[in-house]
């Protein structure tokens, strides 16, 4: 004779798909991603996974990567700060910070982050993602010098100069206040006051 066990297994294979298919979304979403994103391990600070966003905005390829830590692309002054920030946060960085990297070929570029917590295959991991601002912060800078050299010829010019719309003065320099008898920039609002119609 013979015996035989059946075993309905529908259920399991439902749960093998529906996690197959969630493997294939994540590494859709997480490859092809255009912003360079890495998950690390939250103890060893290692690096667990790269996208290739990440290859390209640092230089290192993805295995060079997985042999290296989150230090290892921090600027070395900012390393111990970095390091004690990541243990001390609980849930991760949910708002942006600027940060200061390194890529392989020594540069070094303003990024703006945001990361999670991340149960990675087991291991209690942060997930990274992180946007390349370098150009908008050096735009910053040369609009705040710019800015700087403006606010010197204006303020330091013995002529008188002020700047005003429909609504009234916006500002003045002290020449302009001392020129009209003003001892507070917030008195100087109105150009009828400098300026009286004509009887």
């Not at 997930?127 to 735009?139: G, L």
């Not at 609009?143 to 500002?171: C, H, I």
């Amino acid at each position: 004779g013979a015996a035989a066990i059946a075993r309905d297994i529908t259920d399991r294979k439902r749960a093998e798909e529906a996690m197959r298919k969630s493997a294939e979304q994540y590494r859709l979403l997480f490859d092809s991603n255009p912003i360079p994103m890495w998950v690390f391990d939250r103890n060893s600070f290692r690096f667990l996974a790269v996208n290739q966003a990440a290859v390209r905005q640092y230089g290192f390829s993805e295995h060079e990567f997985l042999g290296m830590s989150i230090a290892d692309i921090g600027l070395e002054e900012d390393v111990p700060g970095l390091l004690s920030d990541v243990d001390r946060r609980d849930h991760g960085l949910q708002s942006a910070e600027v940060r200061r990297h390194r890529r392989k070929d020594g540069t070094i570029i303003d990024v703006e982050i945001v990361c999670n917590d991340l149960d990675f295959q087991g291991v209690e991991a942060v997930f990274v993602a992180a946007h390349d601002i370098t150009e908008r912060e050096r735009y910053k800078q040369m609009l705040q010098e710019s800015e700087n050299k403006y606010r010197v010829l204006f303020e330091d010019s013995p002529d008188a100069y002020w700047l005003m719309d429909e609504t009234g003065f916006l500002d003045c320099n002290l020449a302009a206040m001392e020129m009209f008898g003003f001892s507070d920039r917030a008195e100087f609002k109105n150009p009828a006051d400098i300026s009286p119609p004509y009887q």
